[in-house]
């Protein structure tokens, strides 16, 4: 009975010991904006490999263990993280390579060609847009005097990358009765830099290349005046 | 032929009487209330579970968060060309 009880005692013993001689913290935290599941796989990216996060989705909590140091971060990460949607000013060129012979773009040394191309041609139409989307909300960019339109999904930013998601980016052509959609895709892309994409031609549609552009928009406030 | 006194109760026992009926009548009439106001309660309690079940699931944000090491750009057909640090190439269908 008694050596039963010293082998319970050693295992209940032996793993705190563990724990606390490497550090292991356990914290738990409730978010107050955002869906546990949509945080969770970029927190277990800062995880060591003695390192366990559990979600609980139906309080929406997460428990984080792991060493000190990584739950301090962890802790500062879920505190930017948790907040209300951030909106973003997406603004988009959309140039048009009608004119161009679409060989520059064959698919031997299409590195090289495609460089080239991108520094030396020039676009033979040319249309700007924006439009102000907030996390995991849908916006479109209508290039005026164009027959194109811009789709646009947004996911979730990561404020210490400086990404944005991207669910969704559709350049669309309108077409008699219908849209048509020319490439659809999902990025990740910078916030305050410009991206380039360039289309290859797919018949009967040209080249194209479209600049993306994510800026966040600060927070403004509206405070009422007093009388 | 039958013999015998009527009883008559006196005055004291008469109100003795009358108030234990009285007594007995009130605490019918609190057993009434009290039975009126657990089941005012308990219904009061179930309608107020019953709107907290209704709304008790606040709707969450759900917007993924890029991973650090993701893919910048995927398309669903063809594949991607990076030709520098966020230029792309979108090899969408074969070129004519």
């Known amino acids: 009975m008694k050596n039963k009880m010293m082998i319970l005692f050693l295992c209940l013993l032996l793993p705190s010991i563990f724990c606390i001689s490497k550090g292991i913290e356990r914290i738990r935290i409730i978010l107050q904006n955002r869906a546990v599941s949509s945080v969770a796989p970029r927190i277990m990216e800062e995880l060591t490999p003695s390192g366990m ?12 263990s792991d060493e ?29 390579y009608s004119n161009k012979p679409q060989s520059v773009f064959k698919q031997d040394n299409k590195l090289i060609d495609v460089a080239d ?41 990561d404020p210490w990358e400086r990404k944005i998601r991207f669910e969704n980016i559709s350049l669309k052509k309108k077409s008699e009765n219908s849209k048509v959609t020319i490439f659809s895709a999902k990025a990740n892309l910078k916030e305050g830099v410009e991206t380039v994409i360039s289309i290859q031609a797919k018949s009967p549609h040209p080249p194209f290349r479209l600049n993306l552009n994510p800026t966040i928009l600060p927070e403004i406030k509206i405070e009422k005046e007093h009388p | ?19 234990r009926l009285e007594a007995k009548k009130k605490k019918r009439i609190t057993q009434k209330k009290i039975r009126f106001v657990i089941t005012a309660l308990a219904l009061a309690v179930a309608a107020i579970m019953a709107l907290n079940l209704k709304t008790s699931k606040p709707n969450y944000l759900f917007a ?33």
């Not at chain 1, 996060?53 to 984080?64: E, F, K, M, Q, Y």
């Not at chain 1, 676009?123 to 996390?135: P, T």
Request: charged share 25%; hydrophobic share 40%; glycine share 6%.
């Open chain 2, 1 to 19: 032929m039958i013999k015998g006194t009527l009883y008559v109760k006196t005055d004291k026992e008469w109100n003795s009487f009358m108030d």
């Open chain 1, 53 to 64: 996060v559990s979600i609980d989705a139906s309080r929406n909590a997460l428990s984080i």
């Open chain 1, 68 to 96: 000190s140091a990584v739950v301090d971060k962890i802790q500062r990460m879920i505190s930017e993280l948790d907040v209300p949607a951030r909106k973003f000013a997406i603004s988009s060129t959309l140039f048009v």
């Open chain 2, 64 to 96: 993924s968060i890029p991973l650090k090491n993701s893919q910048a750009i995927m398309v669903e057909e063809g594949s991607v060309v990076e030709i520098s640090e966020n230029a792309f190439v979108l090899n969408t269908g074969v070129s004519k």
């Open chain 1, 117 to 157: 191309f991108l520094n030396t041609s020039d676009a033979s139409e040319k249309y700007e847009g924006i439009v102000d989307i907030k996390e995991g909300d849908k916006g479109e960019i209508e290039f005026k005097q164009s027959p194109y339109s811009l789709s646009i999904e947004l996911g979730g930013f």
